[in-house]
């Protein structure tokens, strides 16, 4: 080979190697375990009657920094809980903020939903009948729970290194839609829409060892049930367990999508919860193996809130209610009751809405509460040209989040579950508008435009 030739041939590859210089990013991955010391209760199913009684695999919180320049930086949160309250969620950020002066709009939490996993003060919490004794070692688990995400935060700040982030995705089926479900047991059709996506974030070390990864997938962590009282993260724990067996170098995170209204099939026991938490954490890995879509050093982020309305409130309906029958009816009532003689405004709820987007190739939407399958649906379709994942159970999960259509057809996730999560009802029809209107604003300042 001639010597002009061989030039050639290095400059090109020094381009190539300045275009690949051009996605690292600064990458810091910690995690830290969360596991309660039983006895504490668990959250998510009214029928349980006494606190948990042993752990089957540790529970944890994880968190990636990124850092595409001095001043552009985020953090992702992951957590085996069922969802934060606003108490503890905004503790978290505030104190992120005082320490490490990230800003909210920087940082997303999410809880992977298990229904195995400690109550959060106050989250859910009228779903048990519990003692002083009981209530104060949720409380105690709630405050330690807020220092141990900080330090978990700052922890990856610490080990933030240069990193190549691409992404992918993959798909699994177990989900299916239980309202459809229940419905065709009662004779009923109804739509029924899931969402088998799994999208997944690959980020190596310059060496190309695998250091971290994160999944998401939209289905309920319910495939144990309320007869369980042993501490686990379901499917979504064993995925993530699976997955840092596979790749040792590797820290897995899960993020939960819009799974209002999607549940494990089939469900029952721990087996079935390993089964397909084995199921996702082989897609994964297929695709983890894989060269995927590189992602290019830049962040863009933005949070917003949003006034949602529940319909018009009838006091007069919980002054029966607390007379009645129905325990968690009268808990629910008390509530109410309380709020109404202490002038407080019930009518409406302040709802956060992000966007963070990781180079110019990938963003993930977050939004608060159980939010149903549609969004996710609608989400992407609107913004067709660009590659999403709509997260659910962000920041807070403080009751579901209906689409249009599931108020219509009414049933759990539209209005029975409002009272075990203490709000006075439905929301207005104009909920899934509001949340999309919120949706294309903060797209929008992130750069990103709705398909024509
Ligand atoms: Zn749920």
Not at 155 to 161: R, V
Not at 276 to 287: D, F, I, R, Y
Not at 387 to 399: L, N, P, R, W
């Amino acid at each position: 080979m001639n010597i002009r030739f061989q030039c050639i041939i290095i400059l090109l590859l020094t381009l190539v190697d300045g275009e690949i210089c051009g996605q690292e990013m600064l990458v810091g991955f910690a995690k830290k375990n969360i596991t309660p010391n039983p006895p504490i209760w668990l959250s998510g199913y009214a029928s349980r009657t006494t606190p948990a009684t042993g752990v089957v695999h540790n529970l944890w919180a994880k968190a990636v920094y990124l850092e595409s320049s001095p001043k552009e930086k985020a953090l992702i949160i992951s957590t085996d809980l069922l969802g934060l309250s606003r108490e503890v969620s905004q503790g978290i950020v505030q104190q992120l903020h005082e320490t490490y002066g990230i800003s909210q709009k920087q940082v997303i939490i999410n809880s992977s939903h298990t229904h195995s996993g400690p109550m959060i003060w106050p989250a859910l919490s009228g779903i048990a009948n519990y003692s002083l004794e009981d209530q104060k070692a949720v409380s105690t688990y709630t405050l330690g729970l807020i220092k141990t995400i900080v330090d978990l935060a700052g922890e990856s700040i610490s080990n933030k290194d240069k990193m190549r982030l691409s992404v992918g995705h993959g798909q699994v089926d177990f989900a299916i839609n239980r309202r459809q479900l229940a419905a065709s047991k009662l004779g009923q059709v109804l739509a029924g829409p899931i969402d088998h996506d799994v999208p997944v974030i690959k980020v190596e070390d310059l060496k190309g060892n695998v250091k971290g990864i994160l999944m998401g997938y939209a289905c309920h962590n319910t495939t144990v049930q309320g007869d369980n009282y042993l501490v686990n993260g379901d499917y979504a724990g064993f995925a993530q367990i699976d997955l840092e067996k596979r790749f040792p170098t590797a820290t897995a995170m899960f993020l939960l999508g819009c799974a209002g209204d999607q549940n494990p099939e089939p469900r029952g026991n721990i087996l079935l919860a390993e089964k397909h938490g084995k199921k996702l954490a082989e897609t994964v890995s297929e695709l983890i193996q894989q060269k995927l879509k590189p992602l290019s050093n830049a962040l863009q982020y933005d949070a917003q809130q949003i006034t949602l309305d529940f319909k018009k409130i009838e006091i007069s309906q919980f002054q029966q209610e607390i007379v009645g029958n129905d325990v968690f009816k009268q808990r629910r009532a008390k509530l109410m009751l309380e709020a109404f003689n202490k002038g407080w405004n019930m009518q409406h709820y302040l709802y956060p809405i992000q966007a963070l987007r990781i180079g110019k190739e990938f963003t993930i939407i977050a939004l608060a509460g159980e939010v149903v399958v549609d969004y996710s649906l609608r989400i992407k379709k609107e913004f067709a040209q660009h590659d999403i994942f709509v997260a659910g159970y962000s920041q807070e999960v403080m009751c579901y989040i209906p689409s249009k259509n599931v108020l219509k057809e009414g049933g759990y996730e539209a209005e029975s579950s409002m009272i075990y999560y203490g709000w006075p009802g439905p929301f207005e029809d104009s909920v899934e508008e509001k949340i999309m209107q919120g949706v294309h604003l903060v797209m929008k300042n992130i750069g990103i435009r709705p398909k024509k």
